[in-house]
């Protein structure tokens, strides 16, 4: 065997680990051999062979291939001709620092950084720390669940409300007789408006009157107004959607083209099966026709629904161990000691903030994507990813998307075609909001705090100062922690604070 010193194609390798060490990481050169077999067999991806393409050159290609050849030739171990390239690039006199490089952790690097191993602790954190809560708990108050949690004798005496609910389908089908006489000419626009006026606004004091003259639970009051809401929402829907449709209907009539983006027909015809269809169909915005999926999944629904009862029980469970006893073993929130008050507050946040996130989950993924496969309904975009909002304007677009689109299409924009400014119209979207979340509290709970309402119009300036953080600290997730600590940390357990003591205080002046 000749000496490897004389044989100039073997000493082009020390040569070519010496330009590696120079160019970049000298733990580079030890990834070449693989890297040149990768390469060459193609096993590599073309996203890897271009990053692999920064260590190996040309020239260590053409060198491996031949050193393969005098493998063969002359029986010597690959590892043999190795060593020399190793050897050298591990020498005392390598330069260890040839690039400047930040901290994983660092301002600049950490939002490049996978931090799944992170997540991992935090998973482990938190289970260990609710578990100690749990033990701790059930070792303090024993065990709190009562047998009539979801039904016992009392909830009889709400019937009243049962009725009221069963009753309201009949709002809907006035606001079809209105529509029929308005395409058959026996009533013009502007009365057919006036109509719907009328319907909407008995469709909303009806509940309410049922529910302030009855002694109902706060549990079935809150579940009829949210019905209420529901079906408002829809017929207003139903009548803005049919007036427009029918001034685009003569529209074309008079030859008027319309963009592609409305891919309907626009005919004037009323049918009592689009409106059925609407009605139980988890939107709010009502349209002709709807994307539809072509079967039902019956293993899938099951599925969901045994996750339903579980998370809901889970809720209860919440609700009955933690919450109850940490509000009757609080003060009004308004008055007394101030650090007592930060302190139930804070104690308070951490079981309503996972009742929030399990109502979350039942409600907008696990009830209306069944309700939706039951439907064939196709676009089930409830949600987006709002527990990434940079701004609280991003969490209030993309955490309820139905009403999303539905403030868009018959609030926000009309603002905007009848000139009131964009700011203004936000304002006028979160007053609508606010409005209806004051019904669905303060209603049930017989009594007008407007804590709810205070509590959604302070969103507008929260959404002023998360933009301003947003823009001061571009790339960061500023915007998002002061989101998550102002609307769950702070402000739903002040709110369940307030309204229960308040409540107390009404039922003890009633006595």
Request: some cysteine; hydrophobic content about 45%.
């Amino acid at each position: 065997m000749q000496n490897s010193d004389d044989n100039p194609t073997i000493r082009r390798r020390p040569a070519a680990a010496v330009e590696k060490i120079l160019d970049s990481d000298s733990n580079a050169v030890i990834d070449d051999y693989e890297n040149i077999d990768e390469i060459r067999n193609g096993r590599v991806e073309s996203g890897e062979s271009e990053k692999s393409s920064k260590f190996v050159s040309e020239e260590s290609i053409i060198n491996k291939e031949v050193e393969d050849e005098k493998v063969k030739e002359n029986g010597e171990s690959s590892k043999d001709m190795e060593a020399p390239a190793v050897k050298f690039s591990y020498r005392p006199s390598a330069p260890a620092h040839r690039r400047i490089k930040e901290s994983p952790l660092s301002s600049d690097a950490i939002f490049k950084q996978s931090h799944a191993g992170l997540l991992n602790l935090c998973i482990v954190v938190l289970v260990a720390v609710n578990s100690r809560l749990i033990i701790e708990n059930l070792m303090k108050y024993g065990w709190l669940i009562r047998s009539g949690f979801w039904f016992s004798s009392k909830s009889l005496r709400d019937w009243p409300l049962l009725m009221c609910c069963l009753s309201l389908p009949i709002f809907p089908l006035a606001a079809f007789l209105v529509e029929k006489l308005v395409q058959q000419r026996h009533v013009s626009e502007c009365v057919a408006v006036f109509l719907h006026v009328v319907i909407t606004t008995a469709e909303i004091l009806y509940p309410v009157l049922v529910i302030l003259r009855c002694d109902s639970a706060v549990q079935s009051g809150v579940i009829l107004m949210l019905f209420t809401c529901i079906v408002w929402l829809k017929l207003v829907s139903y009548a803005h959607s049919n007036y427009d449709m029918r001034a685009l209907a003569k529209s074309l009539a008079k030859g008027e083209t319309l963009s592609s983006y409305w891919n309907m027909d626009y005919s004037d015809d009323v049918s009592f099966k689009n409106l059925v269809y609407f009605m139980v169909a988890p939107t709010l915005c009502y349209q002709p026709s709807y994307p539809r999926t072509a079967c039902i999944r019956k293993g899938w629904v099951l599925r969901q629904l045994i996750k339903l009862v579980i998370f809901s029980g889970f809720m209860g469970f919440i609700i009955e161990q933690y919450i109850n006893p940490i509000v009757q073993n609080s003060q009004h929130p308004l008055k007394g000691n101030l650090l007592y008050a930060i302190e139930r507050v804070l104690k308070l946040s951490v079981p309503n903030l996972y009742v929030w996130l399990c109502m979350f989950y039942c409600c907008f993924h696990l009830w209306l994507n069944i309700l939706a496969e039951l439907l064939c309904f196709g676009d089930r975009e409830f949600y987006k990813d709002w527990w990434n909002a940079k701004t609280v304007e991003e969490y209030w677009r993309m955490w309820n998307m139905p009403v999303h689109k539905w403030m868009v299409r018959h609030i926000y924009f009309p603002c905007l075609r009848n000139g009131i400014p964009k700011g203004g119209a936000v304002v006028v979207s979160f007053l609508v909001s606010a409005i209806f979340h004051e019904l669905c509290i303060a209603v049930p709970c017989h009594m007008f705090k407007l804590w709810a309402f205070i509590g959604i119009m302070f969103q507008v300036p929260l959404v002023i100062i998360t933009k301003y953080l947003q823009n001061k600290f571009k790339n960061s997730m500023v915007g998002n922690m002061v989101f998550w600590c102002f609307f769950c940390i702070v402000g739903q357990p002040m709110c369940v604070l307030l309204y229960y003591h308040d409540m107390m205080n009404r039922k003890a002046d009633a006595y």
